[in-house]
C-alpha cells in the first residue's frame, strides 16, 4: 500500500518551455502533498506543501509564479515549472501523505528535469 | 527551528557486518516523529524505520534498529547482516507535531562492499 506515481520520469526540453509534473497517490487520499528539490548528492530541499483544495504554502525563496502548484483532488497535485531556463534542471520529487498529520510521507519515484 | 544533524557523509561496510549511521538533532518540540529513508540509485525515496518521541522502546523493523536517545536528541541507525542491496544514501528526518513539514539530514552515503 502507499503508492505513489509520478511522471514523467525524466524530461528534457527547450529552455522557455513550462513543464508539468505530475503526482498521484494510487491507493490511498493524500490531504498533503509535498513537492521537494534535489541537487546531486544534496538533500531535499522543500519547496512548497498543499493541501487539497487550497492554495499551496511556499518556502521562502521559491517563486510561485514560477513553479506553479495545483492540488486539485486527493489523489492528485501537479508542479509547473513555467518558462523554465536551465538553472531549473534539478531532480523533483514530490510526497504524499493521507490521513493524521504524524504519518510518514510517501515519495514518488521523482523527475529529473534536464534543461537545454 | 528545527535542524537534522548527519555527521557522517560517507561511510563503508562489510557485507553480513553491522553498521550504525548517526543522527542528532534539534527542537523546541515535545512530540515528534524522527524517520530514516533510504534513497538508492533509482533515488526513489523509501521508508526505512520510524520511532515516535514520546515512546521510549527503540523501533525495530527486520535487520533495521534504531537507538533513540531523546534526553541527547540522538537518533542512530542500525543495519545488521549488511546486504548489498542496502547501498544508498540515507536520510534522518524529524516532523514536529505542530506542522507538515519534515527537516531532512544532509544524508549519508553508505556503500556495502562484497
Known amino acids: 500500500g502507499a503508492v505513489v506515481s509520478q511522471h514523467p520520469s525524466w524530461v528534457i526540453c527547450k529552455s522557455g518551455t513550462s513543464v508539468k509534473i505530475e503526482c498521484r497517490s494510487l491507493?490511498?487520499?493524500?490531504?498533503?502533498m509535498f513537492w521537494y528539490r534535489q541537487f546531486p548528492k544534496q538533500s531535499l530541499m522543500l519547496m512548497a506543501t498543499?493541501?487539497?483544495?487550497?492554495?499551496?504554502?511556499?518556502e521562502q525563496g521559491v517563486e510561485k509564479d514560477k513553479f506553479l502548484i495545483n492540488h486539485a483532488s486527493l489523489t492528485l497535485s501537479t508542479l509547473t515549472v513555467t518558462s523554465a531556463h536551465p538553472e531549473d534542471s534539478s531532480f523533483y520529487i514530490c510526497?504524499?501523505?493521507?490521513?493524521?498529520?504524524?504519518?510518514?510521507?510517501?515519495f514518488g519515484d521523482g523527475t529529473r528535469l534536464s534543461i537545454l | 527551528a528545527q535542524t537534522v544533524t548527519q555527521s557522517q557523509p560517507e561511510m563503508s561496510v562489510q557485507e553480513a557486518e553491522t553498521v550504525t549511521l548517526s543522527c542528532t538533532y534539534d527542537t523546541s518540540e515535545n512530540n515528534y516523529y524522527l524517520f530514516w529513508y533510504k534513497q538508492p540509485p533509482s533515488r526513489q525515496m523509501i521508508l526505512v524505520i520510524r520511532?515516535?518521541?514520546?515512546?521510549?522502546q527503540n523501533a525495530t523493523e527486520n535487520r533495521f534498529s534504531v537507538n533513540f536517545q531523546k534526553a541527547a536528541k540522538s537518533f542512530s541507525l542500525k543495519i545488521s547482516d549488511s546486504q548489498l542491496g542496502d547501498t544508498a544514501m540515507y536520510f534522518c528526518?524529524?516532523?514536529?507535531?505542530?506542522?507538515?513539514?519534515?527537516?531532512f539530514g544532509t544524508g549519508t552515503s553508505l556503500t556495502v562492499i562484497p
Open positions: 510526497s504524499a501523505r493521507g490521513g493524521a498529520k504524524l504519518q510518514p510521507q510517501h
Open positions: 498543499s493541501n487539497e483544495g487550497s492554495k499551496a504554502t511556499y
Open positions: 528526518a524529524i516532523q514536529p507535531n505542530t506542522g507538515n513539514q519534515f527537516y
Open positions: 520511532q515516535e518521541a514520546y515512546k521510549q
Open positions: 491507493d490511498f487520499q493524500a490531504t498533503t
